[in-house]
């Protein structure tokens, strides 16, 4: 059974600083690409951030370039998301996605954690 935790959301006041972690089991991790995704009320679910399996090469929407860094730790099945300089729009429900598409398409979701960016 394949299961993506995310865990490290909560409450940060703008300025501050949150590390997610997306801890994935029953799937051969180095073979997926990780992304972030995330929600806010009333919005469509967007990419933030990517890293493929293979080199590593990392993405980021323009919106947290420079400020958010993802990561992933294979030995450990696991993918990081370091947010710094964190905004109220960065208020959202943030998603772990990995998708593997060779030799079928498998595409995998976590349950979500909340952050919330507030004074």
């Known amino acids: 059974q394949v299961q993506l935790v995310e865990s490290g959301g909560g409450l940060v006041q703008p300025g501050g600083s949150l590390r997610l972690s997306c801890a994935a089991s029953g799937v051969t991790f180095s073979r997926y690409r990780m992304s972030w995704y995330r929600q806010a009320p009333g919005r469509e679910r967007e990419l933030v951030a990517s890293i493929t399996n293979l080199s590593g090469s990392t993405n980021y929407a323009d919106s947290v370039k420079g400020r958010f860094t993802i990561s992933r730790d294979n030995a450990k099945n696991t993918v990081y998301l370091q947010m710094n300089s964190l905004k109220p729009e960065d208020t959202a429900v943030y998603y772990c996605?990995?998708?593997?598409?060779?030799?079928?398409?498998?595409?995998?979701w976590g349950q979500g954690t909340q952050v919330t960016v507030s004074s």
């Open positions: 996605n990995a998708l593997c598409t060779i030799p079928t398409r498998l595409n995998y």
